[in-house]
């Protein structure tokens, strides 16, 4: 109960910190801001990453790649297709992001 | 979070603070142009820190699925965000939005297929949160890229009887299985079963939407993405997503909020309501009785001698690719000392500030791009306002008819200036289906035709004049 009552104070204060900052971003960057943002939003790579690297439990579901030699489990095959996802969402998002902010930036 | 604090914990919790400071500089850096490439990249570092210290977990012991993972990811996002033009830039974020969501709804159910012992309620619940609004954005999302691309689905609103209701049982089945897989924690079962429903309740709430409404919908699902990565950090106890999550889904929700007062509308009326049937009372033959027609070559006789310009971009001059011939006649209007300025509707284009980086991406200094009060401000003194490809945000009916469908929903006043040129193919109404007096009134010409073309056959004339 303790993590959560914490948890749940973390996510109150950042969404305070959140509506704080993002209220000063002007219109005209607003579709900088939403890609940025987005690409911030692909930290679930952290907990792809857990789940796609994590030790295979008993409970799980056992798949053997034998040509890779690798044994692979349900939730590390989840947390690969997470981190694909993730990854995407991370580079894609931040390098959209520097490539119109460069354009705002050209005739400054 | 294990109870012990190894000393790698430590280090990695301060790494994690560390990128979390680093997501909230990047943000505050967008606040103004000059800064907003450095906090790009700040943004960028902290994710690379957060990536990077979370190898370093104990828990982490193989690998190969990682690396190959990140390489075909980062290949796929490389190779999108390189090649996508600036006008497809609302169909890209909608998808990357989707990956997002996706990701949410995957690392959650990973979680639960390898819990062994109860991962307790809070988690539970949580997972359950990550599985409905992460399937939601994911599917959300691929429907507005659909729309927006013009693949798959149509651009407009899908409309049926009874769809509210489909979507209220939609929900509430994929709450009950939640509940359910939150009482037995090994019921995975459950958990794609909420997953399915959340994923056609995503398809339904987005395809229900569509045209104008879109940059509603993108920022809603921008809000959403966040709101995912926020649940799943709940999953994992662990702050930065909670915290990078909390910051994403505030951004959302601040731009959907200003997407629905720039149209007067309720976030529910967006989603639910839509513009209902077409005004017939008054003919739009009537209405148009009097419309005049213009060419470029008079279009570039009256640029000639004015003194200010405003021109007032929409959803067409992306369509039309307009932006660079814009930016033509901009120099060329400056070098004989003519001042010109851009009015910006926030609405205008398919998502929160299409039409500035469109104009950016031309070469238009920012300083020139004007938000909808400021340049009301100066229209009464404007020589000449010239709209490419926008017409509901410049339809003074939402001024003076309290029956319109758009009444009350701020625009810019062009029929303010003095003269008011509207390059349109045809005059055939905008997402709103009404029609438009402004084409008819006494100081507007209609110059007819593609947007781009006729920009540039007004620069050649003035060139040559």
Known sequence: ?108 | MPTEYSTIHVIITIAYLLASVLFIFGLKGLTHPRTAVRGNLLGATGMFIAVIVTLLYQEVVSFQLIIAGVVIGGLIGAVLAVKIEMTAMPQLVALFNGFGGGASVLVAGGELVKATSDPGLQALIAIAASGLIGAVTFWGSLVAFGKLQGVGVPDAPVRYPGEQIVKIILLLASIIFGIMMVMDFTAIGYYWYLVILASVLGVLLVIAIGGADMPVVIALLNSYSGLAAAATGFVLSNNVLIIAGSLVGASGLILTNIMCKAMNRSLANVLFGGFGAVDTSKPADDIYANVKATSPDELAMLLETSRRVVLVPGYGMAVSQAQHAVRDLFNLLESKGVEMEFGVHPVAGRMPGHMNVLLAEADIPYDKLKEMDEVNSILEQTDVAIVIGANDVVNPVARTDPNSPIAGMPIIDVDKAKTVIVIKRSLSPGFAGIPNPLFALDNALMLFGDGKKMIQETVTALKEG
């Open chain 1, 1 to 108: 109960m303790e993590s959560f009552l914490m948890a749940l104070t973390v996510f109150v204060l950042a969404i305070f910190v959140g509506f704080e900052i993002i209220t000063k971003v002007p219109p005209t960057l607003h579709t900088p801001l939403m890609s940025g943002s987005n690409a911030i939003s692909g930290i679930t790579i952290v907990g792809a990453i857990l789940s796609a690297g994590g030790a295979v439990m008993a409970k799980d579901i056992i798949f053997s790649i034998a040509f890779l030699n690798l044994e692979m489990s349900l939730s590390s095959l989840l947390g690969f297709l997470a981190v694909i996802f993730a990854t995407i969402n991370v580079v894609g998002g931040f390098m959209v992001t520097h490539r119109m902010l460069e354009m705002f930036r050209r005739k400054d």
